[in-house]
């Protein structure tokens, strides 16, 4: 692993070497580890997240290597660069049409993929629910029994290497047409309630308790969140801009679908 790294770093700081048939050959590899989730482009750290920067620039590299390539199913015709994921039947894995997944994203065992679509170097946990039209995008973290419900927006990053990818953690559920992208984080077991929109500017602000506590690109873990606003003096007057409040949380519990259905029942939250 560490010659292919180093293969890596060089073709990133020199792109004629992408002609030599090691470095294609590692570049390769990567993707073929990611595709398998023997690779991650993100991976815990005890409470901490380690982004695998050299990761994500093999899969930059990885698209002047391929060449446009004209796939046919059935009726359906592709264009593109990157092949399609295969073999979800071996792999334990439900995918209805119209489902994708690009080569180079992982999906673990239990993964069910109503029609929807998640892209390279992305990485989703076991027996985790992607709802129609959700969108997983490229190097996003998944964990295991996620609920991305319909029509949830995940954002995909790749340039610049050193910022890290959207992080969705285990045994979160994701309200409809929420969306989180530029390297967010969602602690474990969180409840985002429908149409929540978090990026990194967005204020999250905890109104839970008789002292608001603020935070940015971080959802602590089993939190309850719904969108809100708040007012802001501009040149022009006072507005209401987006926000998303942390409305309260849910209860420690061994069975979290429970817990989950606790936290929607007593907030009265929108899924």
């Not at 570049?27 to 380690?50: S, Y």
């Not at 990053?157 to 969705?168: K, N, Y």
């Not at 926000?243 to 420690?252: D, E, F, H, N």
């Amino acid at each position: 692993m560490n010659e292919i790294k180093r293969l890596v770093e060089q073709a990133w700081e020199n792109r004629l070497l992408l002609k030599e048939a090691e470095v294609k050959m590692a570049v390769d590899e990567v993707i073929e580890l990611l595709d398998k989730g023997k690779l991650r482009v993100a991976e815990p750290q005890g409470e901490n997240w380690l982004v695998n920067d050299w990761v994500k620039k093999a899969v930059i590299l990885y698209f002047p290597l391929r060449k446009m390539e004209t796939v046919e199913l059935g009726i359906f015709e592709f264009h593109d660069k990157i092949p399609l994921k295969k073999d979800y039947a071996k792999q334990g894995i439900r995918v209805v049409p119209h489902a994708i997944a690009r080569y180079g994203a992982f999906l673990a065992k239990g993964v069910v993929m109503m029609p929807s679509y998640i892209n390279i170097g992305a990485y989703v946990g076991g027996n985790t629910m992607v709802d129609t039209w959700a969108t997983v995008g490229s190097c996003a973290q998944i964990g295991s029994h996620v609920h991305l419900s319909g029509g949830v927006g995940i954002g995909g990053v790749l340039e610049p290497v050193q910022a890290a990818p959207v992080i969705i953690e285990d045994n979160c559920f994701i309200g409809s047409r929420s969306i989180v992208v530029e390297g967010v984080r969602i602690g474990k077991e969180a409840v985002l309630g429908a149409n929540v929109v978090i990026t990194q500017s967005t204020k999250i602000i905890d109104v839970s308790a008789s002292e608001k506590k603020e935070y940015k690109g971080y959802i602590p873990p089993r939190s309850v969140v719904i969108p809100g606003s708040y007012t802001k003096q501009f040149p022009a007057g006072e507005f209401n801009v987006p926000c998303a409040l942390i409305i309260g949380k849910r209860s420690k519990s061994t069975d979290t679908k429970t817990s989950l259905n606790d936290a929607l029942r007593e907030y009265h939250v929108s899924v």
